[in-house]
């Protein structure tokens, strides 16, 4: 006797319930409620319902998969951090960091070390690197700006000089880039080389690179 659903089925139908709303609701299948349903027009209340379930549902899929990614990224985390632990932190393990920044970021030439990047970790990891590697006189230590012109070269400036642990007075004249001013990256801050004269240095990084790749390959 489920036939005596079928003017209510119908009428929610129009108002824009699913078939399996309708299926659980009434202990019908599917397929019965499709059949009595399929020359039903939706309303407008029926169209509003059925776009917002479909909006509640793209909603519920992204927070199914962001809270699957979170997942993997803290399980991935985790494992990171073990295999850290038995990592031993010594000028070795400098060098092989600060060979490998080098070879991707760094000039290929021995008469100064020439390193650019615009991601401050990468420049402060570079840094730290070079400064736990080597005896470095910080003097000599400078740094270069690629600004563009919308940029205020003062705040960029203290900002790098914060970022480096260099002061002001060693940064050379900004370089400036025209811009279109068609697309501008929130947050940037301009793309930086650190400088530092000292040809040695540079040469025995080159080769440490050349003689840990061979380790390798």
Sequence with gaps: MKTMFK???????????????LSDMYGISKSTASLWTKNIELSQVGVDRVN?????????GHAVLHNKMLTRLARADTEASVLLESMAVNRSLNLAVLSIL????????????????SDPELIKLFLSTLRSSFSI???????CIHLHDYHNESEISKFWSIATSIPVVQFY??????????????????????????????????SFAKRFNSLYI
């Design 7 to 21: 003017t209510d089925v119908c009428v929610l139908r129009r108002r824009g319930y699913s078939l399996r709303q």
């Design 52 to 60: 917002a379930n479909r909006k509640l549902n793209r909603e519920i």
């Design 102 to 117: 080098y070879q991707c970021e760094g000039a290929k030439e021995s008469k100064s070390i020439r390193f650019t990047n």
């Design 137 to 143: 006189d910080e003097s000599k230590l400078h740094v």
């Design 173 to 206: 004249k900004p370089f400036r880039k025209i811009s279109n001013h068609a697309f501008k990256k929130e947050g940037y801050k301009g793309c930086v080389r650190i400088i530092y004269h000292d040809s040695h240095i540079a040469r025995v990084l080159l």
